[in-house]
């Protein structure tokens, strides 16, 4: 892709020591890339290899201050695409996921995300996925796992994504649904279910739904935050 074409889509990647599989993460997007979409990676300061391992198969390696909302912020005024998409560091896009995107904002919508499968050894990863898909399709709210996709207008037209340390996915999506209701696509990301393997099925479950609970009784995301442990 020429320096003077404007990509099909930018695909931002917010990374923080994901050195043990940002390579092999990255290199599945390759065929994105050579169709003319924008990878972006944006570093929240990582103590590993992460953004070196990460150059070769990137656009661009941005550095930003750590946070999930502030480094995709970071990444979306860098990108060049009038089209977004929001993927985490362990999740895998379907096969030419930039037609994908590209007709469900050819239409009146200007969002949307993909349908999820977690993976790992958890038994309750299945019955996981399909929940969050059904939920997602009910309430017109997604998580980040999904990788979000819109345009740029409407990432605009909301303020990005707001800057908490938790559920700014959740609250970008309450913000999105009142500019159109989201394109919820069938087809289906791949992403870790690390956190259930590593602190039990169940007991993440309630977890998630407790602190989602009380986030929509209005408990502070700083709060929350204290209570969320990240998994790598």
Request: hydrophobic fraction near 40%.
């Amino acid at each position: 892709m020429s320096k003077e074409s404007q990509p099909t889509l930018s695909i931002i990647i917010p990374t923080l020591d994901e050195a043990a599989t940002i390579e092999l993460h990255l290199s599945s997007l390759l065929s994105l890339w050579v169709c003319g979409c924008e990878i972006i990676v944006v570093d929240g300061g990582s103590t590993d290899d992460t953004p070196r391992l990460a150059a070769p198969y990137a656009s661009q390696v941005i550095a930003s201050r750590p946070g999930r909302a502030t480094q995709m912020n970071a990444g979306a005024r860098a990108s060049r695409s009038e089209r977004l998409l929001f993927l985490h560091a362990d999740t895998r896009l379907p096969r030419r996921a930039d037609k994908l995107v590209l007709a469900a904002l050819c239409n009146s919508q200007r969002w949307g995300r993909f349908d999820i499968r977690l993976e790992g050894r958890s038994s309750w990863l299945p019955v996981v996925s399909l929940a969050m898909n059904l939920r997602s399709r009910l309430t017109g709210i997604a998580t980040g796992d999904q990788a979000l996709f819109m345009t740029r207008d409407a990432f605009e037209a909301v303020g990005g994504f707001p800057e908490q340390p938790l559920m700014e996915d959740i609250e970008l999506c309450r913000r999105l649904k009142r500019l159109s209701p989201p394109a919820c696509l069938h087809e289906r990301v791949c992403s870790s279910g690390r956190r259930w393997d590593c602190q039990g099925g169940w007991r993440t479950i309630v977890q998630m739904w407790r602190l989602r609970y009380r986030y929509w009784r209005g408990t502070d995301s700083q709060t929350l935050a204290k209570e969320y442990h990240d998994v790598r």
